[in-house]
């Protein structure tokens, strides 16, 4: 086994290398500055595109414009709680400490995209429905997903341990993911106020084709940023956990 | 096996019987998630009898009538295949359209659906206006061509 281990590592790159916090530490830091810019640049494009080049659309006329942040918020709160579930579900699987961290780094950002999803929901139905909010199955299980997501922080945060945490807030995580289900099929399996998708794998979109641009432009703009806010903050609950270690200390006797 | 293929397995196990049972609790709510009742439910006596429901449907064109007292507005929701008169006393929605889609609270009073609140369900197409025309015409142009094998319907 040895040997062949040797081989494999002199054979190919190893990916697992950086399953180590320490290894991982500086890999995030050389990326999260290219997320961060492309996040910068895709935010700028596509909120022009959505607010000048998009036409006005002929039912709503300008008021259907949040949807250039409704959608990708929308999508990026679902994106982000799958992406924690799974590093969570990876961290119980094999004990890898790197994988609770990731979870716990992601928490935040994804709480934040489903406020902004259901915030800008209620600023939009407003003016179209009449209405800032109905408890409509879309609606009320994208609240549970925010409710989810403060969950599993607050248990983070309750439990001392960082090793016992990020088992507890995993269960927590994996138990939740079945909501994700929930929300995004809601639209087909019950009758809701709120509309079905316009945009899916089986079919093309229905909406014009400049307001479709704009719409993915954010939506990559917005995992750009996911991206780059999550590998600062595991950056930081690197160094917190690994306070005690030897490269932390000589890190930030380098830093200061 | 190894300790972690059986906590993977574990974890695969526990997910799938919780999806089981969050399916099974969904399916026995199916009735009280549904967020309104369409025009042949009501018409089949399945939406709830002596408190407020809601009703879903398209606008019937040419149905919107407003009264003289300037707040009471009647107008008939379809599903195409049955249809409900409403009275609502207040202010639309600016997506209350004739043809378009609504949802409405309130309840029946003497066949008539009185209602509290009228929210417009819009439907997820998002075009310019002059798309919307061009749409508009084409369907009127088929309509026109089809016309007499729907009347021989």
Redesign the interface.
């Known amino acids: 086994m040895p040997s062949a281990n040797l081989q494999n590592e002199s054979a190919s790159f190893n990916w697992f290398k950086y399953a180590s916090p320490q290894a991982f530490f500086p890999l995030a830091g050389a990326i999260a500055p290219w997320f961060a810019a492309f996040a910068a640049v895709l935010f700028v494009v596509g909120l022009y595109i959505g607010f000048f080049v998009a036409p006005t659309d002929a039912q709503q006329g300008e008021s259907y414009r949040i949807i250039f942040i409704h959608v990708p918020a929308a999508w990026m709160s679902m994106v982000i709680y799958l992406a924690m579930a799974f590093w969570a579900g990876i961290g119980l699987a094999f004990n890898t400490r790197l994988s609770g961290m990731m979870a716990s780094a992601l928490a935040p950002t994804g709480a934040w995209f489903t406020f902004i999803a259901l915030w800008t929901g209620a600023l939009w139905g407003r003016p179209t429905w009449g209405t800032w909010w109905v408890w409509d199955a879309r609606l009320t299980s994208e609240l549970l997903l925010l409710f989810l997501y403060f969950g599993f922080m607050a248990l983070q945060a309750a439990i001392d341990d960082p090793r016992r945490a990020d088992k507890a807030g995993a269960v927590l995580a994996l138990v939740g993911v079945i909501n994700i289900p929930i929300i995004y099929f809601s639209v087909q399996w019950w009758n809701t106020l709120h509309q079905g998708s316009s945009v899916s794998l089986k079919s093309a979109p229905t909406m014009a084709a400049t307001m479709f641009t704009g719409m993915m432009v954010m939506v990559f703009a917005c995992w750009a940023y996911a991206i780059a806010a999550a590998l600062w903050r595991v950056r930081c609950i690197i160094l917190e956990r690994e306070l005690r270690t030897d490269w932390v200390r000589a890190y930030l006797g380098k830093q200061t | 096996m190894k300790p972690?293929h059986r906590?993977?397995a574990l974890?695969v196990a526990?997910?799938a019987v919780?999806?089981l049972a969050?399916g099974l609790v969904?399916s026995a709510f199916?009735q009280n998630?549904?967020?309104?009742f369409?025009p042949s439910q009501v018409a089949a006596n399945e939406a709830p009898q002596g408190r407020a429901f809601r009703v879903?449907g398209m606008v019937e064109t040419g149905s919107v009538k407003r009264q003289p007292d300037g707040v009471t507005v009647n107008f008939v929701v379809t599903d195409t295949a049955k249809s409900i008169p409403v009275a609502y006393k207040g202010v639309?929605?600016?997506?209350?359209r004739e043809g378009?889609g609504v949802?409405t609270q309130g309840r029946l009073e003497n066949g008539v659906f009185v209602a509290s609140?009228?929210?417009?369900?819009?439907?997820?197409?998002?075009?310019?206006?002059e798309?919307?025309?061009a749409v508009k015409k084409a369907q009127a142009t088929n309509q026109k061509a089809t016309g007499t094998v729907i009347n021989a319907k």
């Open positions: 972690r906590r993977i974890i526990g997910v919780l999806a969050a969904l199916q998630l549904v967020f309104f369409t879903g639309l929605p600016d997506l209350f378009k949802v609140e009228v929210l417009a369900k819009h439907d997820e197409n998002y075009m310019p206006p798309a919307a025309d």
